[in-house]
């Protein structure tokens, strides 16, 4: 894993959508692993400004998305789906039957679980895989104690995790209990990992992760397993990590991240 502090949260997210840019460029038809969230917005806003501006091509690419609410169409405004549609998809020149979600209003939700890993699998499984950290320490919706080798399936979700989205609902008690997410071992799968984790209520769960034993109850601790992995994080996420001096050194000297290609 190498740990990367950037000054603050947009420089931050500026540098994630780089990596994801470099990425499409040197592989076109990349899979993408895609993850929704406040922290994503403003990657997809640079990705869009890309395209617009500096053509970046996202014809040949496909995409994944980590997870999905249980209990709500594709239409509903507060569908990842829906969420996905807006911020990327219909701003780039993705073909929109490249980017797949998983269906949270599907009837026989372990089917579709079980299609869902299929298609990942089919296309080859995920190149390069956007990360965001809950409070509650889940990657994707895998709350704590989500097995390390889980694939994907629905979820319970935790209290913290229903603090920490139900107020993008009109009301709190709207939002689903439940969604499908892939698994901590579909994450791991991936190629390669980058994950995104900003602001300060995001920093004593972000010292865990990385710094902590690797746990079931810290989902996001199991990256510290992947060889491909970058924690891009600002420096009030990065504020509880003990071996800052450190990561900072290797960023300046040994830069990781520019071999993960
Ligand atoms: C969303 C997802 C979640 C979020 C996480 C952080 O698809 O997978 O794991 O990345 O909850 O969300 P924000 O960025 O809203 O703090």
Known sequence: MEVIIRPDAAIAASMTAELVAQAIR????????????????????????????VNLDFSLCRSFNLDEYIGLSPESPHSYRYYMNYHLFKKVNIDIRNTHLPDGS???????????????????????QLLGIGRSGHIGF???????????????????????????FPKPEDMPKRAITMGVGTILDAKRIIMLVTGKEKAEILAKAVEGPVTSMVSAS???????????ADEAAAELLKEKEYYHWIFKNEPEWESFR
Do not use: F, W
């Open 106 to 128: 599907a009837k026989d939700i372990e089917a579709e679980c079980k299609k869902y890993e299929d298609t990942i699998k089919e296309c080859g499984g995920v190149d390069i």
């Open 222 to 232: 199991a990256l510290q397993l992947h060889p491909k992995c970058t924690v891009i």
């Open 26 to 53: 040197i592989k076109p038809q990349l899979v993408l692993g895609l993850a929704t969230g406040r922290t994503m917005e403003t990657v997809y806003n640079h990705l869009v400004e890309k395209h617009q501006k």
């Open 142 to 168: 895998n709350e704590p104690l989500s097995a390390l080798y889980s694939r994907t399936r629905a979820k319970a979700l935790t209290p913290t995790t229903i603090a920490q989205n139900s107020p993008l």
